[in-house]
């Protein structure tokens, strides 16, 4: 069994081209937020990478529209890309299905919409990735490629790693105990993570990161605690080939259900 993490652009788009079991990892906030949405009541997720996509999106199937631009809702859109907010208002929503884009998370799945599973990860639903990866690996025997959406490498003695490599790592610790073997690279930095946690939290890691500072500074404080909150959800977006959807202007749409 193959597992790798490896990020940005490049690690989604090995996925595509390996025909992998593809998971992303946007920990603050896209990865966060879409399993949180699906708990709480939405039924489908359906991801574009362009703001102009979601409102021809939106003419073509008739869902809201949720995400953000550097962190922020955009003026048209009717919710943000907060976990937060859609654990209060997902149950409540004009539709069960939504269209989602952000800044990073949403490019990551069109670039690796072309694998063979794509999952959302977080460190909410660390666990319940974990398990599903081993569940369909079972059933098919593919390479695992975990996404960190933006990653500057490893997490090291001397480098921390940004919030989607934390995350990421956090993932490949549970795909381990779900009984995944690992490469002795990711099991050394699963140590690393380790003993940064046993002198801080996960939440305290992920307000240090860059993306945490900036989120600090938009008073998104709480959905950094949500974000950090260890396996606290089960559910697990997932797409496959057959829902990528092509829209009349020939954009990509991948729709994510439980």
């Given amino acids: 069994m193959v597992v790798n993490i490896f990020g940005n652009e490049a690690g989604a788009k090995m996925a595509s081209e390996h025909n992998a079991i593809a998971i992303i990892v946007d920990v603050l906030r896209a990865s966060t937020t879409i399993p949180t949405a699906m708990a709480n009541g939405l039924e ?14 939106q003419k073509e199937i008739g869902a809201f529209i949720m995400g953000e631009r550097e962190c922020v809702k955009l003026p048209e859109f009717l919710y943000g890309n907060s976990p937060v907010e859609m654990a209060a208002v997902a149950n409540s929503c004009p539709t069960k299905k ?21 999952l959302i990860g977080s460190i909410i639903n660390a666990k319940a990735v974990a398990e599903k990866t081993l569940t369909l690996w079972e059933k098919e025997v593919k ?4 996404i960190p959406a933006f990653t500057e490498g490893p997490i090291t003695k001397e480098q921390m790693g940004t919030e989607d490599q934390i995350g990421s790592v956090l993932i490949a610790r549970e795909c381990l105990k779900s009984g995944i073997q690992l490469s002795q690279d990711i099991l050394h ?3 690393v993570l380790e003993r940064f946690l046993q002198e801080q939290t996960i939440e305290e890691l992920l307000r240090k990161t860059a993306h945490g500072k900036k989120l600090l500074e938009l008073n998104f404080v709480k959905d950094i605690t949500f974000s950090s909150n260890l396996n606290s959800c089960e559910v697990v977006p997932i797409a496959t080939k057959e829902t990528i959807r092509k829209l009349q202007t020939n954009a990509k749409m991948v729709c994510f259900r439980k």
């Fill in 44 to 57: 489908e997720i359906c991801v574009v990478q362009e703001v102009a996509d979601c409102f021809q999106a």
């Fill in 98 to 118: 939504a269209i989602f884009t952000s800044s990073t998370g949403a490019k990551r799945v069109i670039e690796a919409c072309e694998a063979s599973y794509l």
């Fill in 143 to 146: 390479p695992i490629v975990i």
């Fill in 189 to 191: 930095e699963i140590h």
